[in-house]
């Protein structure tokens, strides 16, 4: 039998769960504009998953890049969810993004 | 040469998040009983993840594992939209037995709470969904 795969499918599932954890803490510290910024890193962490030599590695990188791409699509419906009282909603000021006006003009995505 | 291994895995990453998203809220809100495709969904997620653990290639394990048991996760994800249909936290379809008895009983709703920008049209949610203006969609 066969290990690594297991082992992928396992790691997807605890990358998945820490999505969960960073999307409320970011959306809570942060707020739902920085959506963009995870949205680059997952892609940048799949193309670099494309110059790794060994595919498992390579596959850890791919799961981690997917996983964050997904975090960046659920920023903005956190942010609902916060504002309904389903979640702790922050009530300090929340810095701006580099490039808020442009981000504000690009509507977020969500699944 | 380049390793795509990661890409391939990144798509069925995404795909299984979707579908774990879309899907589900689709499946429970046509099934009038939700244990049939939860069933369904453990054996097939059980099917996979023997593929991957008898697969040689890693690619091949890796995805079947991902999908595999994402399909698990969406077993149970079931259960959890259940309840937030019950609860009001997702609409309910009238024409699904089970969300017109939750509507009946009152605390459930047919629009989606989710679906508006941050800031806008907020509801208090001390307020009970019955007691709420119509949402606008």
Redesign the interface.
């Known amino acids: ?10 790691f ?2 605890g990358i ?1 769960g820490f999505g969960f954890f960073w999307v409320i803490r970011m959306e809570y510290y942060l707020g ?1 504009l920085w959506w963009p910024y995870p949205l680059l890193f997952g892609i940048g962490i ?1 193309v ?9 590695w ?6 981690t ?3 964050f ?2 975090g960046a699509t659920e920023l ?2 956190q ?3 916060a ?4 979640f702790p909603r922050n009530p300090n000021p929340k810095p701006q993004p580099p490039f808020v006006e442009i981000i504000r003009r690009i509507k977020a995505p969500h ?1 | 040469m380049l390793q795509t291994s990661g890409l391939w895995l990144a798509i069925a990453t995404f795909l299984s998040i979707w579908w774990g998203h879309v899907g589900v809220r689709w499946l429970e809100a046509k099934c009038a009983d939700i244990r049939p495709p939860m069933v369904v969904l453990i054996i097939a997620g059980l099917l996979l993840n023997l593929v991957a653990l008898f697969s040689a290639n890693v690619t091949i394990g890796g995805v079947c594992s991902v999908v595999g048991i994402s399909l698990w996760w969406d077993a149970f994800e079931l259960v959890r939209q259940d309840r937030r249909v019950r609860h009001g936290h997702a609409p309910a379809n009238p024409h699904n037995p089970r969300h017109a008895r939750y509507l009946a009983e009152g605390r459930a709703t047919i629009h989606d709470p989710l679906d508006r920008e941050p800031g806008e049209a907020l509801i208090l949610p001390q307020q009970p969904v019955r007691e709420r203006e119509p949402e606008t969609v």
Do not use: H, N, Q, T
């Open positions: 039998m066969y290990w690594e795969g297991l082992a992928i499918g396992l997807s599932l998945i739902y799949i670099l998953s494309l110059f790794v030599a060994d595919a498992g390579s596959a850890l990188l791919g799961v890049g997917a996983s791409i997904w903005k419906e942010a609902v969810r504002e309904l009282g389903w699944l």
